[in-house]
């Protein structure tokens, strides 16, 4: 488990849950930025490919904080830096949750955008250049039942 120092009572059912944020801004190709001062618990995010981003969660590489699982992951879209536009890629959702896991202690998401010819049909998106991500992830500390 994690070994920081939480505030406490959140009010919920779970046992020992964690809000982790993070701030991210997108520049050209998909190229993201972490605002540390922002990020309190995220060592480093990397885009991977098209749409694929990788949040490693700790205070250092040689600290990661291993949670016991992800209950949630949301982000929200700022998109004053991208002129008010609508966000590139409105879809995220998560594709492998490594949190458990020592060593790795990451999330990783994929973001998707409608093609062109249809509204339906989603493929794989980077955020657009200026867009500001701000994410949520709701994590479990404990394995009590």
Known sequence: MANRFFNQFSKTLEKEVCAIYAKVGIGSSGACTLDTTLSKGIVSVTRNSTGKYTFVFGTSAAALDVYNKLLHASVSYDATGASGAAPAAPVMNVVANSIATAGTASIQVQFWG?????????????PGNGEILRFRFIL?????P
């Not at 409608?114 to 980077?126: G, I, K, P, Y």
């Not at 479990?140 to 009590?144: G, K, T």
């Open 140 to 144: 479990r500390n404990s394995n009590a």
């Open 114 to 126: 409608a093609t062109n010819s249809s509204t339906t049909t989603l493929v794989a998106t980077d």
